[in-house]
């Protein structure tokens, strides 16, 4: 324990010892395990799999108030797209953009507009506002950065003073 500071761990305080640190064998043993129960599962289980990950991380994502990096929508698409073997060029076919603004779309210089949104949230179970709250909280995060100190001067009590 650190001096000035409380640091009681839960087991320190019932008593039970901490167990020890894994072998890289036990390591290696439980990947090896958790590995074929996931090859044993089906092919629609290991699919909602994913596309279960996909929803949560869009949905922390665009809950989180003050994210550190910004992570364009693309960014997620090319996630997914490259577990469940889906193509940009047929993505973009499907629904209705043109396989030559495909890559515009995922690196933010195009956005998706609520055309885009409905489909995507059909086919993915995905609030449409999702899809958009993150194009709109990149897009913030984006001025927030480069106009550092722009806005500072605007205040309402400025205002109110005349």
Do not use: C, W
Request: aromatic fraction near 12%; charge should be positive.
């Amino acid at each position: 324990m650190k001096k000035g500071k409380i640091n009681i761990e839960f087991d320190d305080v019932i008593g039970i010892e901490k167990p020890s640190e894994l072998t890289k064998k036990e390591h290696d043993n439980i990947r090896e395990y958790r590995r074929n129960l996931y090859e044993k599962r089906s092919s629609k289980d290991k699919l909602d799999d994913i596309l279960t990950s996909f929803r949560f991380t869009l949905s922390n994502y665009a809950e989180k108030e003050n994210p550190k990096d910004i992570i364009l929508l693309g960014q997620f698409f090319n996630s997914l797209f490259s577990q469940i073997n889906i193509k940009k060029g047929r993505f973009a076919e499907y629904i209705e953009i043109s396989s030559g603004n495909i890559n515009k779309y995922f690196s933010g210089e195009r956005k998706f507009n609520i055309d885009h949104a409905l489909k995507l949230e059909k086919m993915f179970s995905v609030h449409a506002e999702t899809f958009l709250e993150i194009q709109i909280k990149n897009d913030l995060l984006k001025a927030k950065n480069y106009h550092k100190g722009k806005y500072d001067n605007y205040k309402l009590e400025d205002l109110l003073s005349d």
